[in-house]
Every structure is written in structure tokens, then in C-alpha cells.
């Protein structure tokens, strides 16, 4: 990294993910006081996530400004139901926020925690594009800055070994992935500040139910859990009253390293207490559906 960026100052992107916040102390040590690292708040992240991200980095040495940058992302996302489009629209008005924050500090580089995955779904070359990863595919023709990839040619295992040798805890090294757009590629269709809340509600809800549940010994922590939301909604019943509410759909999988996956077998009485809470807490959700479908031929996330 020191090679590449050379005496220039750089801006990081950093989720809070494994790889981004691998990337992040790897770039603390090497660049010292010539590093920005930031975190874009697209108003798509999970519940709390920005406070988490920050803390978290916090206790790893490396100091994470936010970025609220949440009506640029709705603006722009508005009636897109294209899962390509919503992915290349986030890429470059994420690139479009850090431009603006290289700005501010003078930095020439842009560094990201690309892992090969990434690069292999978004297709080029003789790959068939299976989704353009926003850092890969979504990236604009024209940037202000150059790019440094340190982890481009690792697995998702291979970066979280590399988090444990740099003595990084296991809330970042073990850490579950989450997608660089967040809840936009977990609503089905349009998205809206509306859908955006339902969906991080009830991802919320599926990760206290199945941590507890793999804490009490019932199941093994998935690679990766979530709630995804569908554009169609379904006619129930409150109280005595007709509904016609949104379904969500309940996601868990094992994995190594993300380029193929099996769905998780989640206890019956987990999958009660998940579909019992979200449709008990969550105003506009009226049904709960479980996701068996391994990777291929599905993926992991919904869009």
C-alpha cells in the first residue's frame, strides 16, 4: 500500500464489513496520518450500523468519520427497480461522496477492500456478469482519483485469517458480510424510505433471533442471516379486519467464501419467534416466508 499511494494522502471506503475494516487498518498502519477513512451513511445500512462501525473501529486504532449522504442515494434511486441499475446508480454516487471528502483532504487515491469475488460476479472478459458489485461494476468511467486494492486477489476466508494475524477481534474478523449497498439489494423492486425502514426492522429482528438461538446451542451461526423484502404484498387478517400487507423473506446460509452456498437449517420454533415478531412489530409486514434455495442457482442476496 505504501508502494502504491506512495507520499500521497487517500480516502478509504469503509462499511464496517471484514473486508472494507481489514482494509482500513491495514491502510491506518501503513499511511499513518495521510489516510481519511470513511464511512457514507446511504440511509440503506442496518439498524445502528454507523454507531457500531464507528465504535468497532474505534477499539482497532482506526478513526472512521460518517458521511450522511442518505438523500443523494433516494434521490437518485427513485423508480429504479432494475437490481443492475440500483447496483451501478449506488457505485458512482458513492465515488461521486468520496470525491467530494478527497477534496476536503487533498487525497489522490481511493482505497477499497475488493475481494476477488467481486471482481468474478461483476463478469468482463470471457466471466458472464452474475451482478455488478457497486465497487467493481458500479465504478464511473471517470474518477478524480486512482484506485488501491490491497485485498483484490483474496477470498472472504482468506481476509478474515488476515484480520486474525493483525490481532483485529472477532467483531470485525468474524464479523457476518453485508453488501457494499446495503438494504437496496434486500427490497425487491423500488425502493422508498418507507421500505428501507420495514426491511432494516426486520433484519434486525432475524439477527437477535438466530444469534440467540445459535448462543443457546440450538443451531450453528450461519455465514450469513438477513430479511429481504418482496414488492408484492398479500391480503391477512388483523384481528377481525382484512390486511393487505408486504412479505418479507427470511435468509440464512453457510458458506466459505460466498461463491457458492447452502441455505441454513433454522429450528421451527426460531422461524415461530421470527415470523411472530416481525409480523407482531412490524406494522406493514404480513407474512414471513423462509429462503431454501442454495447458491446456484440462486444468490445469496435477493437483487
Known amino acids: 500500500m505504501r508502494n502504491a499511494v506512495g507520499k500521497e494522502k487517500a480516502i478509504i471506503a469503509v462499511s464496517g464489513g471484514v473486508d472494507s475494516s481489514v482494509a482500513a487498518a491495514i491502510a491506518t498502519k501503513a499511511l499513518g496520518k495521510r489516510i481519511h477513512c470513511v464511512f457514507v451513511d446511504t440511509g440503506l445500512m442496518r439498524k445502528g450500523e454507523a454507531k457500531q462501525a464507528k465504535a468497532m473501529l474505534a477499539r482497532a486504532g482506526v478513526k472512521l468519520n460518517v458521511v450522511n449522504a442518505s438523500d443523494i442515494f433516494f434521490r437518485a434511486l427513485f423508480g429504479v427497480s432494475d437490481p443492475e441499475k440500483k447496483r451501478k446508480i449506488i457505485g458512482e454516487k458513492f465515488i461521486r461522496v468520496f470525491e467530494a471528502e478527497a477534496k476536503k483532504t487533498g487525497a489522490k487515491f481511493l482505497i477499497q477492500g475488493t475481494i476477488a469475488p467481486d471482481w468474478i460476479e461483476s ?129 440464512a446460509v453457510r458458506s466459505l467464501d460466498g461463491m457458492t452456498a447452502n441455505f441454513s437449517c433454522i429450528p421451527p420454533e426460531t422461524l415461530q419467534k421470527i415470523s411472530t415478531r416481525i409480523t407482531n412489530e412490524i406494522r406493514f409486514a404480513g407474512r414471513v416466508l423462509y429462503d431454501i434455495t442454495n447458491k446456484p442457482p440462486a444468490t445469496v442476496e435477493l437483487e
Not at 477481534?169 to 427490497?187: H, Y
Not at 450469513?224 to 387478517?237: D, E, I
Request: charged share 30%; glycine share 10%; with cysteine.
Open 123 to 251: 463478469g468482463g472478459g470471457s466471466r458472464d456478469t452474475i451482478k455488478s458489485h457497486h465497487n467493481v461494476g458500479g465504478l464511473p468511467k471517470k474518477m478524480g482519483m486512482r484506485l488501491c486494492e490491497p485485498l483484490r486477489d483474496l477470498y472472504k476466508h482468506e481476509v478474515r485469517i488476515v484480520s486474525r494475524k493483525l490481532g483485529l477481534r472477532s467483531e470485525i474478523s468474524e464479523r457476518q458480510p453485508f453488501p457494499g449497498p446495503g438494504l437496496a439489494v434486500r427490497i425487491v423492486g423500488e425502493i422508498t424510505r418507507e421500505k428501507a425502514g420495514i426491511v432494516r426492522e426486520a433484519c434486525a429482528i432475524v439477527e437477535e433471533e438466530i444469534r440467540a438461538a445459535s448462543e443457546a446451542g440450538k443451531m450453528e451461526l450461519p455465514w450469513q442471516y438477513f430479511a429481504a423484502l418482496l414488492p408484492t404484498k398479500t391480503v391477512g387478517v388483523r384481528g377481525d379486519e382484512r390486511s393487505y400487507q408486504y412479505t418479507i423473506v427470511v435468509r
